[in-house]
């Protein structure tokens, strides 16, 4: 790697991640042409067995359908909105919005980690949990249970999208509940007076 490449990426990095909706079914083909610009993509994918009536295939999909994640400078947004198959940079109204940089590091660490996943709706309540053991310890998500087994569930609140990584009861610990927190916050305000 050569020293303009090295500066090239790193001034990339600096760029916050933008969610940008495109064409369905060609997310990887308009990954592939916004890095031949020389942009920094993320298109995270996971794997599920398609069956016609004769066989079944196992497949790579994208976990967020019709969209991926770009880095970039907004202000020079115009060879991303431009390129062919993209619809738009999700924001909210006209505006923009960068993801979350948590967000995208969960996100990432956990399709690296090979833990399987699939798309899961988008959900804002439910007990929340840290996992504490293995390749994803670290992150915090929403534990449900499907089918038998236990998942934590990602989002990218912006695209009101989710993640689900099937885990074992044994790695995750629940955080504190919001509702607690409150009480034990009215609790220390009004102490309790004795009666006498």
């Not at 001034?11 to 890095?35: G, T």
């Not at 995208?104 to 090979?114: D, F, K, L, N, P």
């Not at 959900?123 to 534990?143: A, D, F, M, W, Y």
């Not at 009861?169 to 955080?175: F, K, M, T």
């Amino acid at each position: 790697m050569n020293l303009a490449t090295c500066s090239a990426e790193s001034a990339s990095s600096r760029f916050p991640w933008y969610a940008v909706q495109c064409w369905l079914r060609k997310e990887s083909m308009i990954a592939a042409q916004l890095e031949g610009q020389g942009f920094e993509c993320f298109l995270p994918k996971y794997k599920s067995v398609r069956e016609w009536s004769d066989r079944k295939k196992e497949v790579e999909q994208p976990l967020f359908p019709g969209y991926l994640f770009c880095r970039f400078d907004y202000t020079q947004r115009r060879p991303v909105v431009v390129t062919p198959g993209v619809l738009q940079v999700v924001g909210c109204g006209r505006t923009p919005t960068p993801i979350e940089d948590r967000e995208m590091e969960a996100i990432q660490i956990a399709v690296a980690s090979g833990v399987p996943g699939q798309p899961w709706p988008y959900l804002e309540v439910g007990e929340k949990v840290r996992i504490h053991t293995g390749k994803l310890s670290g992150l915090e998500g929403i534990l449900v249970n499907f089918k038998g087994n236990h998942r934590v569930v990602l989002s990218v609140t912006l695209l009101q999208r989710s993640v689900a990584l099937e885990v074992d009861l044994a790695w995750v610990a629940a955080l504190e509940k919001k509702n607690e927190k409150k009480a034990q916050y009215v609790a220390a305000a009004f102490p309790a007076r004795a009666i006498g």
